[in-house]
Structures are given as structure tokens and as C-alpha cells.
């Protein structure tokens, strides 16, 4: 009999060598294998007879093996079988399956899934020996993802077993409900199943919040600052919007206190989150502390020391990255630093009071350990209490959007300021899909359009942007066109063409060196190139006040947050921008989504039409549910989200929830005085 925390290399059917792949991805215990949940799955729960077979459909049946031998043909191996039920014969074919011949039995009974072909024949067929509990065929099968190097077949032999071992303690509602993930009985039961899971992990993530809530509640560890005047200086060219004063309002309050400020500063993409940041930053350095400014990339920490230059041009600004040491001049001006995550390495030398996130697309969990722990926790929290040493204040700011009921629900340890306009005279993006035979015109199209003038910017600028490519990734992501090919591509087009006037062309991806990324970077703002091919790099935050033209390709693999960021990236500064999509997928549904998405241009509709409209089957389904680590819940499913709290109340006090949500905020960063 197992429990959830048996060690897997214990378990039977995982060999020392298993056990090694295994661990190297984290899976330890039988817990972790269980939350291996599957991608998808196939569905082999139609069970025929062999008369009533169909072509092409995929379906079960059990029958008896008359016949089974292998032979060699062009070198490559063949195997051939006759099985027979009740109704009628039928041969099956294997190629390449050396263990099959091995591993049927003539006169054995055996359950086989596959589909007729048009030959009368059943390729490839998967075959088990019939029982009353089959895993492989005759009902719906788990498949899962490649990322355990493990074969499907073995993977869910040992599921299985370990499931129908595991112990009576070890098994609740919780276990049951992952164990119908793994087989279930019928789709109602993965659907069920799931939203109970989605419950326990809602549950979970609101206990940990009230622990924060708590603990956060009761220290006066940070410097309340004195307020500086003008708050808003006159070297801001334009007239903050009445959302970004209330925010504004909202922080400095906050940071007028002893209590730590945890403050969500919310606005959609171009809503100009920066500079209300940018605002609060200036008042801290006025009141004799450094802040630290983290961005996501690279790239983005560049370009934030760029314009907050010149919002703030009387801030001692520098950018950190990984590499470079922290300048030695022991000037006493603090600073603003801005970097990267290496920021946080070097908090203890900076001790900032205030430390600003940027585009957090997801909070809730802890990427941000490093700036939480300390190595000795209980006596830091000690001294943090009594006001001993000091803790930053904390501001994270991001686009996705979050409706206030709910932050006030899961993440009441959170603060929450809302950005909901946008700076006056903004367009709204036009999108549209386009067909692949008019993708010429389109590229004509762009080429006029980036000719025009236009009155709020001299130059226009249009992005072309393809998908991430990992090879390591499933399968599923072969098709997917390339940054470089699809450059190629471009470059070809517009040299080819006899232009009145020719177009640069420049790449940017994650994996072209720092100093070729900064030195096109430094291209595109001195107005050089005019189409810029690139990744989802410039997803996050990027601002290219040019860009007026985006142009994605496969856009059907990006997710509609993911579009809509992508989205927010051109008509910064005031001109009309396109959003233009690509796909060359043949599904109904990837192109109802793409319809929907070019016809709304709210964030949060477009996050609820995106769960509407995932099935079961889709392979993206769990990717971008909004919190990280979570697997089940999304915060689009309000209704459930109220469903949770009503529940939590009623949760006696020690109650222990099945999944370990980390706490993204959980200490105030304590600085050594
Ligand atoms: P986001 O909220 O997506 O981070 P940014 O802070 O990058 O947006 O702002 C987007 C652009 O809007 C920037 O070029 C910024 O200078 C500009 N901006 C911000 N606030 C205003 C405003 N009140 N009026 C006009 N332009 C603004
Ligand atoms: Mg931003």
C-alpha cells in the first residue's frame, strides 16, 4: 500500500533509471508523480463489435487473436494479426513493433483501439489484454505531456497501479478527483473533477493570503516619508489622467505610514502605470531613500531608465543587470536602481524603501523567494516587528485585469490601485484577421501605411511577431513559423520589391547577443528600421512610441492576454495602430476566437472570453490561468471564486489544504539599518 509522500523510487515499476529522469524533474514523492495531470485525452470509450466498425472513426472492441506473425519488408519490420469476435474478422498491422509478436497470445482475448482504414485494415492499433479495468483503450485515455521522457503506456501502467495501491488514509475527495483526471469515467467526471480541484487551490490560496494579511498587518517596520513638493513635477510633459492621480494619491497615503506599504497598482497595457510609479519613486528619494525599479527583462529595465530620464530628469538613475557591480562612489544621493531580477541580489547594499515590480502578469506565488527570505527568518521577524530594522515598501504593477471584488476576495493581503483610462486621445487599436492568400497585400499594405505621415509622430515603425520556438516542446509546436525564417522572408519581400523607397528590416530575440540586442534597441529609437521582426520579447511592457504596426504570426498560439499585450505595444503615441493576425490554423473555433479578439478591445472581456472558450481538449488549457502555480483555478471564474470564500468561512481554523501554495509577498524585504 503506498501513501502520497512514498518515495517513487520505491514504487513498483520505477527502476533506478526512471527514478533518475524523474528526480531530475522535481518528482520525488507519489504526490508529485499524481499532479502530473494529463494534457489531454484520447477518447477510446466507444466499444463496437468488429461488423459495426467505421472507417476513420476511432473506436474499441474486444475480440480473440486467430493469427499473429512479423516479417521483414524493404527492411523495415511488419507484423500482422487476425482477431475475431462474434461478428466478423479483421487484420491489424504494426510497423516497426518488434515486442508485439512477443507479447499477444494466440486464443487470448484482447480489448484494441484504432480506426479502420479504407483498406479494411486497422493500423497501428493499441492493444491490451480485455478485463473489466482497462487503461489503454476502451475508454477515455490520459495522454500526457513529453515533458517526463517516459512512455505514455508505462506512464500510465504505474498510475494506475499506484492508484488502486494507494492507501484508504491517503485518499479523500481531493485524491479521488485527481485520480478521475488521470482515468476518468466520462467527460462530466474530468469536468467535475476539475472544479473541484479549482475550489481546493481557490481555498488554499485564500488561507495563505489571510496568513500574510495577518502577519503584515502588525509591523511598523518601514520609513514613513514626509511629503515633498510639487508631487508632481513640472518636468512630467502631460497632464496625468484622473485615474493615475487617484493612484497616485493612493500610494503616497500608503507610503506617509510605518506600516509596509503591498500595493497592486492595475491598468491595462499603455495605461501609463510608469510614471504614477516613476511618481512615488521621486518621493522616496526626496525623503533620503534609494528605490529599486524591477522589470522582467532585460530590455524593458533598459527602456525605463530611458524615459524615466527624462520624466525625472533631477533622479540619480542606474541601471543594474546581472553582471555589473554596484558603482562604488559612495555618494550619499540615493538612487533610483534600475534592473532585472539581479536587482534583488544586491537589496542589502541598496536598501531601498520601496521596491517597485513591474508587469507582474501573475502574482499570488513566490518567483520572488529571493527578496522574501531571509536565512534566519524567526529573529528577522522579530526585530521586523519591533521596528528594528526596516522593510521596503512593496509596489507591484500589472496589466492583467484583475475585477476589485475578486483582489478583495483571494489576495485580500494585497492593496489595489486602479488605472481604468487611458491618457487622452489614445486610438483604439483596429485588428484584423487575414487570410493567408491576401498576405501579400497585407505586406503592401503595411509598406504604404509606414510611408504615411502621420500628425502625432514623424516615423512609423511596424512589428512582425512570431511565436517562441523551443525545440524541446511538444510536438504540437512544429508548425510554428520562425523569428529568422519568417525575417528572411520579410527581407526577401521588401528588397525584392522596386519600392519607391526601401524598408530596414532588423531582428530582435532572446537569443541574439546583449550587445547586437542594445545596439538594435539603440537602432529603433534613433528611427532606423522600419519593420522590426522579433519574439514575444517585447510582449512585456516594451514602450516604442513608432510602433504603429503589429503584425503575429500564428497568432492562434498565443492566448488572448497574451494578444491583447502584444496588441498594446503599437499607437503609443497618439496615432491610429493595427493589430494584424495570421494563422494557419483550419479550426473553427481558433478562428471564432481570433474574430472575437479583433472585435474587443477590453482586457478583461477578452480574459473571460478566453476561458469560455477552452475545452477540455485544448492542449493550451491550463497555461495563463493569471496565478502562477496554480493548475486548476482561474481568477475569470468569479462565480466559483464566490463559491470559495463563502466556504473558507465555514473551514474549521487548522484546516490544511492538499496543495502547497507559496506566498508570493510574504515578508516585508528587511534591510539592515
Ligand atoms: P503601461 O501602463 O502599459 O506601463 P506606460 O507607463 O509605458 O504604460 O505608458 C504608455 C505611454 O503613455 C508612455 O509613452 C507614457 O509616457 C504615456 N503616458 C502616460 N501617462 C500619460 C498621460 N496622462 N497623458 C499622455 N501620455 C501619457
Ligand atoms: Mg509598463
Redesign the pocket.
Known sequence: MYTLETPLETIKGIGPKLFEVLSAQGFIKLKDLLLYLPLRYSDRSEIVTISSLEVNKLVSFEAKLKSISGFYKNRRRMDTAVVEDSTGKIKLMWFNNKFISKSLKVGENYMISGKLNDRGTITQPTVEMASTDTIHTGRLVPIYSSTIDIQQGKLRRILRNTTLQLNNKAKNNIVDAIIQLHFPDDEDSIIKAREQLALEELLALIKTSEKIKLHWKNLKSASAISLSKPLIPKTIP????NA?KRSVKEIIEDLQSSSPMNRVLI?D???????VAGIAARQIINAGHSVAFIAPTKILAEQHLE?LTKLFPELDLVLLTGKSKLPKVKSAKPKLYIGTHAVINKIDEIKPGLIIYDEQHRFGVSQRSTNQQSKNKKSTNQKLNKGKIKSAHILTMS?TPIPRSLMLTIFSHLKVSYIDEL??GRKQTKTWVIPENKREAGYEWIAQELSKTDQSIQKKMCLIVCPFIDPSNHLAFENVASTKEVYEKINEYFTSKQTNKKLSIGLLHGRIKNDEQAKIINEIYQNKIDILVTTPIIEV?V?L?TASIILIESADRFGMASLHQLR?RVG?SGQQGYCLLFSESKSATTKKRLQEFSKENNGLKLAELDLKNRGSGDIFGTTQSGFSQLKFATWTNLDLIAKAQKKYQELPKDWQSFFDIKSDTKDPKPLAN
Open positions: 502631460f497632464e496625468l489622467t493615475q491598468g497595457v499603455g495605461s501609463g502605470k510608469t510614471v524615459t496589466a491618457p487622452q511592457g514602450d512610441p498594446g503609443r
